[in-house]
């Protein structure tokens, strides 16, 4: 029974949009089509490793190419595993892939007027309406007791499905040109095509009983005879990406263990990268043949952004084939895959400095995830870390950092805390500019891992600028201005009870009044941290207000609370606090500071 069904909302969209568009890239269909026959090449071997009821292809695994002229059609068509007919409604008539995906999303926030986003993110199957006034999809599942089924539509808003006539297992795409696509009836362009886009692809590509692409794996090569072009084109090809790697690594180990693997640094963060269902990791060969498509037990999580794949015909698998046997030749082949990642950043950080910046403005908060999860590794992930300093706007890294420490300096500092802008005006930082000593300003959540892992860099210890006291810089007058100070301070501690954990007179602050600093094993932007990711509230953080004795306010409270008029110094006193807080974004007590406060405006006014 044949049955119009309407295309989902979003796949009419992009179709219009595909249609109407003058894409100029319109053979990119047929890189489309032979990498879905592909795909169901590969998902039929990986049924096949575990079940024995599907339906048997004929002949060896292959993409058969056929030009008709004088139909003005050509037909892809492959043995893999097929569609039924629920399949067909699905996966041609609603947006699958992720990629589409992403485009559809990126179609919704620019509008309808979304110039470029075809060469960017690519339409699948959808491609072929760019040249087409009809597809059929002849289709014949591999699932026990299938019944064959025609898909067919002209793009418009529906498509039709009704029985079909295949009688073996597999798909063949029918596209029938628009006339003015004609040209992809010439037999000598559609080779071109395929020689361009669909090079390694894994199964032979037929035309006219002529193989088109490759015989050998890329990563079976010599890296030394392998062009960063056949790099780029196996990348997008092998991995379904829009756009050029970042940059890739490509190794060969034989004795004592044989694997070969190409891994690749991705240009553009995945926007499900941090979603915790997201199937991430290398593809898994063995002699060539795909076994696994994500495995995720080559890389640690924090190098999740990593693409490629890795053939290690030793690798034992279990029965099921789903997951690796934990064995030695496994550990031992992540170990060193790991190594030669790290290694392979290092070397882009020092030969491609902005491309380094670019990678790691997109994956840098990823890749520091390590220094928490990776003991062993830690010496090879910190030269690949970057900072923001106070030194400029430029990313830093640890031996810049160290390189410029300045005369009396003994530590590298930091400071964390919510945003960089906050960061940059902290009044923690007054007595390190007036010193000129770099600050190291952290404003990413994963940060505060960061720093309680890596407490030394290349024996210089790292130091928190808003923990504990500054060391004394041997000034007679400030340490005088401290002493006269120190009598207020308690008083002060007296007045605030438990909101803190102490007063006293500071030695970090030039400009501002007051400043709340950490004296606990957790900063407060960590409990901040912990508060809003809800992993319960560890420790209160004790916090120590520091007073500047050399500041206005501060000298004229201390003579008021001197000469006994402590009514008119206490709310002037409790603002202390209230000022420090809001330094760092972030007031405990609101209604207090607003009565405070208006109290004060009102004083002023002469109220
Ligand atoms: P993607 O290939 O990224 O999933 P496409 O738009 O290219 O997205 O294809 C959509 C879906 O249609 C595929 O995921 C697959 O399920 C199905 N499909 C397309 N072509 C074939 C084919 N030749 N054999 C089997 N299934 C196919
Ligand atoms: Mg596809």
Not at 71 to 83: A, C, E, K, P, Y
Not at 296 to 304: E, G, K, T, V
Not at 396 to 423: C, F, H, P, S, V
Request: charged fraction near 30%; aromatic fraction near 8%; include cysteine.
């Amino acid at each position: 029974m044949a049955e119009t069904l309407p295309f989902q909302a979003e796949v009419r969209q992009l179709l219009d949009l595909v249609v109407h568009s003058l894409y100029s890239d319109r053979e990119i269909f047929l890189r489309e089509l032979i990498s879905n026959a592909s795909d169901a090449l590969d998902r039929a071997r990986l049924a096949g490793l575990t079940r024995t009821d599907l339906l048997a292809a004929e002949g060896e695994p292959h993409i058969e190419l056929e030009i008709n002229r004088d139909l003005g059609t050509l037909i892809v068509r492959d043995n893999g595993i097929g569609l039924n007919r629920e399949q067909a409604v699905e996966h041609l008539g609603t947006i699958a892939r992720s990629g589409t995906k992403a485009f559809a999303q990126a179609l919704r926030e620019k509008g309808n007027n979304a110039e470029g986003l075809i060469g960017q993110f690519g339409v699948g199957f959808y491609a072929s309406f760019m040249v087409s006034t009809k597809v059929e999809v002849h289709s014949l599942s591999g699932e026990p007791g299938a019944e064959p089924v025609l898909w067919t539509s002209d793009g418009a808003g529906e498509f039709v499905v009704e029985p079909g006539s295949r009688s073996t297992r597999g798909t063949a795409v029918t596209v029938h040109f628009r006339s003015d696509c004609t040209e992809f009836l010439d037999s000598w362009k559609v080779k071109d095509i395929v020689k361009r886009h669909s090079r390694f692809v894994a199964y032979p590509v037929l035309l006219e009983g002529e193989k088109l692409n490759e015989d050998q794996a890329l990563w079976a090569r010599n890296p030394s005879e392998v062009t960063d072009d056949e790099y780029k084109g196996f990348y997008k090809q092998a991995f379904h990406e829009w756009q050029d790697p970042a940059g890739w690594v490509h190794f060969r180990a034989e004795a004592p263990l044989e694997y070969q693997a190409v891994l690749y640094f991705p240009q553009e963060r995945p926007f499900d990268l941090d979603y915790p269902d997201a199937k991430r990791g290398v593809a898994l060969y063995q002699r060539r043949v795909l076994i696994q498509e994500q495995s995720d037990q080559f890389l640690p999580r924090y190098l999740r952004f990593v693409r490629g794949l890795i053939d290690a015909p030793e690798v034992s698998l279990n029965v099921s084939r789903e997951i690796l046997q934990n064995t030695p030749v496994l550990r031992s082949i992540k170990n060193q895959v790991v190594k030669r990642v790290l290694r392979r950043l290092k070397e882009i950080g020092r030969e491609d400095v902005a491309g380094y910046t670019k990678f790691w403005e997109n994956f840098g908060t990823t890749l520091k995830e390590g220094v928490a999860e990776d003991k062993d590794n830690v010496d090879a992930i910190t030269p690949l870390l970057r900072f923001r300093t106070t030194a400029g706007d430029d990313w830093r890294d640890l031996a810049q950092i160290k390189a410029d420490m300045k005369d009396g300096q003994k530590e590298l500092w930091y400071l964390t805390g919510l945003d960089l802008g906050r960061l940059r005006a902290s009044p923690q930082l007054e007595a390190f500019k007036k010193k000129g000593w770099e600050v190291i300003l952290l404003s990413d959540p994963v940060d505060e891992w960061v720093v309680m892992n890596l407490t030394e860099y290349d024996g210089v210890k790292l130091q928190s600028a808003s923990r504990g006291e500054l060391d004394k810089d041997d000034d007679p007058i400030a340490e005088e201005a401290r002493k006269q100070t120190e009598p207020f301070a308690g008083w002060v501690k007296e007045l605030l009870g438990d909101a803190v954990a102490g007063v006293r007179p500071s030695r970090r602050l030039t400009d501002s009044p007051s400043v709340l600093v950490d004296e606990g094993q957790m900063s407060s932007n960590m409990e901040r941290i912990l508060r809003a990711t809800r992993q319960g509230g560890g420790p209160k953080a004790s916090r120590v207000l520091e007073i500047n004795p050399e500041h206005v306010l501060v000298k004229r409270l201390v003579s008021l609370h001197h000469d006994g008029n402590t009514a008119d110094a206490e709310p002037l006193a409790r603002l202390l606090l209230d000022y420090a807080q809001l330094a760092e974004g972030h007031v405990e007590d609101v209604a207090g500071l607003t009565t405070r406060l208006s109290a004060l405006m009102l004083k002023a006014a002469g109220g």
